[in-house]
């Protein structure tokens, strides 16, 4: 496996501390009746950082990037390193005001997908901002692969095969040290913990609709009475 120049160095530190430099510089980008609307600030600040993203990582890091993606797509922006290592990247913006955000990253089943090439990196930028006036003050910034994230600060969600979510968004746990392999390891260990739970669920619901059933099975067709006559 190729080392990543950014993450198995100080890099991806740099990167973090530009971002947040670089979004603090920008002139007022938000009104002040938009600036109350989280989802008006985290578009605005992905488009800011779309157009400057290639530059904020470096030239000497970052080639054949792309911002185009649709809402729903597992990156929204992408690009290579002259390595040929291939990194998606997730934005993600929190208000540091509220106090529970816990928001979807991925679905299990695509992030193992994408891993099956060790030549891919799922990588996450968390934009932490208060609102003092305009524009919006920034914070911290996050920039890691999934891989970096604690599972202390992680959980599934109940989407699909499984969505991995952070926690609360307030308390974001970075361990660096961490492989691929043993975080990979402790997903599959917090599955085969999760899904157990969600058959017990299931067959609750399915114990439920079955007396669901019984009951309007004894009732009558009050239709049928009325198509009689009756």
């Known amino acids: 496996m190729t080392i990543s120049q950014i993450f198995n160095s100080d890099r991806y530190l740099e990167v973090q501390d530009r971002i947040r430099e670089y979004l603090n510089s920008q002139d007022?980008?938000?009104?002040?009746?938009?600036?109350?609307?989280?989802?008006?600030?985290g578009d605005a600040i992905q488009e800011i950082l779309a157009e400057a993203f290639d530059k904020l990582v470096g030239s000497e890091?970052?080639?054949?990037y792309s911002?185009?993606?649709?809402?729903?797509?597992?990156?929204?922006?992408?690009?290579?390193?002259?390595?040929?290592?291939?990194?998606?990247?997730?934005?993600?913006?929190?208000?540091?005001?509220?106090k529970f955000n816990m928001p979807n990253l991925t679905s299990v089943d695509r992030l193992a997908r994408f891993y099956e090439d060790d030549a891919n990196f799922f990588v996450v930028l968390m934009v932490a901002y208060e609102i003092v006036n305009t524009p919006p003050d920034v914070r911290r910034v996050t920039f890691v692969p999934i891989e970096f994230l604690n599972w202390d600060c992680l959980t599934i969600g109940a989407f699909g095969w499984g969505q991995i979510q952070i926690a609360n968004s307030n308390m974001i746990k970075v361990d660096p040290d961490m492989s691929r392999k043993s975080w990979m390891l402790q997903l599959c260990d917090a599955?085969?913990?999760?899904?157990?739970?969600?058959?017990?669920?299931?067959?609750?619901?399915?114990e439920r609709f079955?007396?669901?059933?019984?009951?309007?099975?004894?009732?009558?067709?009050?239709?049928?009475?009325a198509q009689e006559g009756i």
Not at 28 to 41: E, Q
Not at 195 to 206: A, F, G, Q, V, W
């Open 28 to 41: 007022d980008f938000l009104s002040a009746n938009t600036i109350s609307s989280t989802r008006a600030v």
């Open 61 to 64: 890091h970052c080639k054949d």
């Open 67 to 98: 911002s185009g993606f649709a809402r729903r797509a597992m990156a929204d922006l992408a690009f290579s390193d002259p390595d040929d290592l291939y990194y998606i990247v997730d934005v993600k913006t929190h208000r540091l005001s509220t």
């Open 191 to 206: 599955l085969l913990e999760f899904y157990p739970k969600e058959l017990t669920k299931i067959n609750d619901r399915m």
């Open 210 to 225: 079955r007396k669901v059933r019984q009951v309007w099975e004894a009732r009558p067709d009050y239709r049928s009475f």
